[in-house]
């Protein structure tokens, strides 16, 4: 590959900051000036914001890279900081969380009560022989005893790694083995599209083949019939059973808080190392930036997985530690309906949503009647991450749902990040749509060439990172090499992220997807986001997703699967004029370089657990190659389905 990343697609609109929320705005533009005239002052400013029963003696240690420490000696209790202490401010009476089941069924847990759960499921991990330093696997549906569980490990000092209650028995197994954790917290089962899914069944078998688990400690939420052993005990029996009272002892600033193990698209799954002190710092401080969290009046909803990181840092940690009202939603989108989260939004008039680009995608395929019929006039704030996001994408969100009032935070970060690191603030940013647009204040950022040097406004290369953060990932679990490997050998002294990007003319910066998907086009190197993106720009498509596939002529050529909005007729002629049109759309928006060769209109694309696109797969299609491996495929007959229903558009012209 060579040195660096086309830059195709040129976007002029942009939309500033709404008058009202700048004049209140949680950031101003000056805490740029303040990260950079003295980037640890600044982080040192935003641990404060935290409680800690032992002041650091230094910020950063960075003697030893690629391994960091933050706050170096300072000591807090993570769960301290995300309950008790709102409770001793007056504040346990406001509600944390407002909790929703898939059939309907609801709980509205206030503070108070949040911190007492969270000291029973600490006393009783105790008395089950959990100690500080311990790993606990937790694998539940969205359930609030999965948040009680996490703050209860953190509580204690142990570390918990929570595994998607959708992963199968291996990923599981190999997850607990990984961490040789001693304790599993499951549940009976969980709803999901309207049906109780079982979850005890497959910790069984993973159990058994897992020697280090002493007990599982199981939830009961669907009343589903399990199979029960010694090792077993309830949730109820226990938990519910146990004192209310519990002291928070205070753990070093460099605990181990949490491992977590990235979705494995690529490779086997990477125990990514998080701690407690600088994690939580700056999950606290992004989100108050980010989000523009005014605790008293918002009510926040992030409809991530409590699996995923972003259910870790925008579930969990950061909007508990800035004592935030939220909505947590067991179920799907389209259970019983369509219209199921637009449903939520008006029921609890939430004022921030946090959402991925694969939700806003569907929606605008289902169409926007469905957003119509409900009041969002709730909505302030609205924020997207997990994958690049099409400008037709992002103008959709902020017309059908933002109601063309809400400003949008496209939030770039990794599970290996631990937060946010390139996002608007919401009440600075003059946003541009498809644009992380900077770094935030106190993150370190560059796009550089194949040799690391940065590239010029207008290019495109690698998106690296240039100095530790507080919540950057410490290691990878039991393999500090491969950690070195991974992410910092490709660039000598950064932090190689894998993704692309560029900056534009002012500098601000647009995700290209990863590299490892960019296609080599006649010598050219052209990222799949931007020929994805010129493809949802045409008014009939919903969702694109295109691949390189081997040309004996130009090397490599663009295949696209793309996926036409509710109403567009795609049958006989009507979908083979939509597909000439599509390339001609591509062609005029990027320039000729970047026609696909061949277009096909599907139903459906294949997507990970977590709802990105598995371009791997798509290749193999494009190139009649048979399938790869499919099982973290979110539903696995999707493929049959491309394979079946697929037209497939193809000219010999050029
Ligand atoms: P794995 O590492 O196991 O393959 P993953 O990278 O999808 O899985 P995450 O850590 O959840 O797991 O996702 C981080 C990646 O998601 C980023 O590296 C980037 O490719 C993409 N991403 C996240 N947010 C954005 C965003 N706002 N814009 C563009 N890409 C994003
Ligand atoms: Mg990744």
């Given at each position: 590959?060579?040195?660096?990343?086309?830059?195709?697609?040129?976007?002029?609109?942009?939309?500033?900051?709404?008058?009202?929320?700048?004049?209140?705005?949680?950031?101003?533009?000056?805490?740029?000036?303040?990260?950079?005239?003295?980037?640890?002052?600044?982080?040192?400013?935003?641990?404060?914001?935290?409680?800690?029963?032992?002041?650091?003696?230094?910020?950063?240690?960075?003697?030893?890279?690629?391994?960091?420490?933050w706050?170096?000696?300072?000591?807090?209790?993570?769960?301290?900081?995300?309950?008790?202490?709102?409770?001793?401010?007056?504040?346990?009476?406001?509600?944390?969380?407002?909790?929703?089941?898939?059939?309907?069924?609801?709980?509205?847990?206030?503070?108070?009560?949040?911190?007492?759960?969270?000291?029973?499921?600490?006393?009783?991990?105790?008395?089950?022989?959990?100690?500080?330093?311990?790993?606990?696997?937790?694998?539940?549906?969205?359930?609030?005893?999965?948040?009680?569980?996490?703050?209860?490990?953190?509580?204690?000092?142990?570390?918990?790694?929570?595994?998607?209650?959708?992963?199968?028995?291996?990923?599981?197994?190999?997850?607990?083995?990984?961490?040789?954790?001693?304790?599993?917290?499951?549940?009976?089962?969980?709803?999901?599209?309207?049906?109780?899914?079982?979850?005890?069944?497959?910790?069984?078998?993973?159990?058994?083949?897992?020697?280090?688990?002493?007990?599982?400690?199981?939830?009961?939420?669907?009343?589903?019939?399990?199979?029960?052993?010694?090792?077993?005990?309830?949730?109820?029996?226990?938990?519910?059973?146990?004192?209310?009272?519990?002291?928070?002892?205070?753990?070093?600033?460099?605990?181990?808080?949490?491992?977590?193990?990235?979705?494995?698209?690529?490779?086997?799954?990477?125990?990514?190392?998080h701690t407690?002190g600088g994690y939580l710092t700056q999950v606290a401080f992004t989100?108050?930036?980010?989000?523009?969290?005014?605790?008293?009046?918002?009510?926040?909803?992030?409809?991530?997985?409590?699996?995923?990181?972003?259910?870790?840092s925008?579930?969990?940690y950061g909007?508990?530690?800035?004592?935030?009202?939220?909505?947590?939603?067991?179920?799907?989108?389209?259970?019983?309906?369509?219209?199921?989260?637009?449903?939520?939004?008006?029921?609890?008039?939430?004022?921030?949503?946090?959402?991925?680009?694969?939700?806003?995608?569907?929606?605008?395929?289902?169409?926007?009647?469905?957003?119509?019929?409900?009041?969002?006039?709730?909505?302030?704030?609205?924020?997207?991450?997990?994958?690049?996001?099409?400008?037709?994408?992002?103008?959709?969100?902020?017309?059908?749902?933002?109601?063309?009032?809400?400003?949008?935070?496209?939030?770039?970060w990794?599970?290996e990040t631990g937060a946010i690191m390139?996002?608007?603030?919401?009440?600075?940013?003059?946003?541009?749509?498809?644009?992380?647009?900077?770094?935030?204040?106190?993150v370190?950022?560059?796009?550089?060439?194949?040799?690391?040097?940065?590239?010029?406004?207008?290019?495109?290369?690698?998106?690296?990172?240039?100095?530790p953060w507080p919540s950057m990932l410490r290691?990878?679990?039991?393999?500090?090499?491969?950690?070195?490997?991974?992410?910092?050998?490709?660039?000598?002294?950064?932090?190689?992220?894998?993704?692309?990007?560029?900056?534009?003319?002012?500098?601000?910066?647009?995700?290209?997807?990863?590299?490892?998907?960019?296609?080599?086009?006649?010598?050219?190197?052209?990222?799949?986001?931007?020929?994805?993106?010129?493809?949802?720009?045409?008014?009939?498509?919903?969702?694109?997703?295109?691949?390189?596939?081997?040309?004996?002529?130009?090397?490599?050529?663009?295949?696209?699967?793309?996926?036409?909005?509710?109403?567009?007729?795609?049958?006989?002629?009507?979908?083979?004029?939509?597909?000439?049109?599509?390339?001609?759309?591509?062609?005029?928006?990027?320039?000729?370089?970047?026609?696909?060769?061949?277009?096909?209109?599907?139903?459906?694309?294949?997507?990970?657990?977590?709802?990105?696109?598995?371009?791997?797969?798509?290749?193999?299609?494009?190139?009649?190659?048979?399938?790869?491996?499919?099982?973290?495929?979110?539903?696995?007959?999707?493929?049959?389905?491309?394979?079946?229903?697929?037209?497939?558009?193809?000219?010999?012209?050029?």
């Amino acid at each position: 590959m060579s040195e660096t990343l086309a830059n195709l697609l040129q976007e002029t609109r942009q939309f500033p900051p709404p008058a009202e929320l700048a004049a209140a705005a949680n950031l101003t533009a000056e805490a740029y000036d303040e990260a950079a005239a003295d980037r640890l002052a600044f982080w040192e400013r935003q641990a404060r914001r935290l409680h800690w029963s032992k002041e650091w003696d230094q910020v950063l240690d960075w003697s030893n890279p690629p391994f960091a420490k933050w706050f170096v000696g300072g000591q807090l209790n993570v769960a301290y900081n995300c309950l008790d202490r709102h409770v001793e401010a007056g504040y346990g009476d406001r509600v944390a969380i407002h909790w929703e089941g898939e059939p309907g069924d609801t709980r509205t847990i206030t503070y108070a009560e949040l911190l007492a759960l969270t000291c029973q499921a600490a006393n009783a991990l105790t008395a089950l022989g959990v100690t500080a330093g311990d790993r606990v696997a937790i694998y539940l549906p969205m359930i609030p005893e999965a948040v009680v569980a996490m703050l209860a490990c953190a509580r204690i000092g142990a570390t918990h790694s929570v595994v998607f209650g959708g992963f199968s028995t291996d990923a599981l197994t190999n997850r607990i083995q990984d961490a040789n954790a001693k304790l599993v917290i499951t549940a009976d089962g969980g709803y999901r599209r309207g049906k109780a899914t079982a979850l005890k069944a497959t910790v069984d078998e993973a159990v058994s083949r897992c020697p280090s688990v002493e007990r599982v400690l199981v939830v009961r939420r669907t009343g589903q019939e399990v199979s029960w052993s010694e090792r077993d005990v309830w949730w109820h029996d226990t938990v519910e059973t146990a004192s209310t009272e519990h002291t928070a002892e205070a753990f070093d600033a460099e605990h181990p808080l949490y491992i977590l193990y990235t979705s494995g698209t690529t490779a086997k799954p990477k125990g990514i190392l998080h701690t407690s002190g600088g994690y939580l710092t700056q999950v606290a401080f992004t989100h108050h930036a980010v989000f523009d969290l005014k605790p008293e009046t918002d009510v926040y909803w992030c409809t991530a997985d409590i699996g995923w990181v972003t259910g870790h840092s925008y579930i969990v940690y950061g909007p508990l530690a800035n004592g935030a009202t939220q909505l947590m939603y067991e179920g799907t989108p389209d259970t019983p309906h369509r219209g199921r989260f637009w449903e939520l939004v008006q029921k609890y008039k939430v004022t921030i949503l946090y959402t991925a680009p694969t939700l806003i995608r569907t929606m605008m395929k289902w169409g926007e009647d469905i957003p119509k019929g409900y009041d969002l006039s709730s909505l302030r704030l609205l924020g997207s991450v997990g994958e690049p996001i099409n400008p037709e994408a992002w103008i959709w969100y902020r017309e059908n749902i933002g109601r063309g009032r809400c400003p949008i935070v496209d939030t770039w970060w990794q599970t290996e990040t631990g937060a946010i690191m390139i996002s608007p603030l919401p009440g600075v940013t003059a946003t541009k749509p498809g644009s992380a647009m900077r770094p935030l204040p106190g993150v370190s950022a560059e796009v550089v060439d194949d040799q690391a040097n940065p590239v010029p406004n207008g290019g495109g290369g690698f998106l690296v990172l240039t100095e530790p953060w507080p919540s950057m990932l410490r290691t990878i679990w039991g393999d500090d090499q491969r950690f070195i490997d991974t992410y910092w050998s490709r660039f000598d002294g950064l932090y190689f992220a894998g993704d692309g990007a560029k900056k534009d003319d002012d500098g601000d910066v647009w995700l290209l997807g990863r590299v490892d998907d960019v296609m080599l086009v006649s010598g050219h190197n052209i990222s799949t986001t931007e020929v994805e993106s010129a493809l949802v720009s045409h008014p009939s498509v919903a969702e694109a997703a295109v691949v390189g596939a081997t040309d004996p002529t130009t090397g490599q050529a663009i295949v696209a699967f793309t996926i036409p909005r509710g109403h567009v007729d795609t049958s006989g002629d009507a979908g083979t004029a939509l597909i000439a049109e599509l390339r001609e759309h591509v062609s005029k928006t990027l320039g000729p370089i970047a026609k696909p060769r061949q277009i096909m209109l599907v139903p459906e694309l294949p997507k990970t657990r977590s709802g990105k696109i598995m371009r791997r797969l798509l290749r193999d299609v494009a190139e009649n190659r048979s399938l790869g491996d499919v099982t973290t495929l979110q539903d696995s007959s999707v493929m049959e389905l491309i394979s079946a229903g697929m037209r497939a558009g193809k000219s010999d012209e050029d």
